[in-house]
């Protein structure tokens, strides 16, 4: 029973920003992974930041010095600081995060969010 919502897009003019956070709820044990993949029409769903439970940081190059993810421990909750967007950059962002569960903390579960469109047009 673990969930992971996601807050945040919407229509954006090309130049904007938008804040998108997701939130894990649930029975969880400990969170490792959380991040962004996003997918537009038509293409494969890609990755466009993760972030480690020490904070290490991995981005697309394609986002590279515009995003900037984050997370909140306390809050179980990730964020994807988007500057300077571009039409391109429209998609649907799906928030995903592995973690561990305290029925099973041995092994890590990949859980998903249902994902928030994001359009950057003008």
């Known amino acids: 029973q673990v969930q992971l919502v996601e807050s945040g897009g919407g229509l954006v003019q090309p130049g904007g920003s938008l804040r998108l956070s997701c939130a894990a709820s649930g029975s969880i044990f400990s969170i490792h992974n959380m991040g962004w993949y996003r997918q537009a029409p038509g293409k494969q769903r890609d990755l466009v930041a993760a972030?480690?439970?020490?904070?290490?940081?991995n981005y697309s190059d394609s986002v590279k010095g515009r995003f900037t993810i984050s997370r909140d421990n306390a809050k179980n909750t990730v964020y994807l600081q988007m500057n300077s967007l571009k039409p391109e950059d429209t998609a649907v962002y799906f928030c995903f995060a592995d973690l561990r569960v305290p029925w099973n903390p041995y092994s890590d579960y990949d859980y998903w969010g249902q994902g928030t469109q994001v359009t950057v047009s003008s």
């Open positions: 972030i480690t439970s020490g904070d290490s940081t």
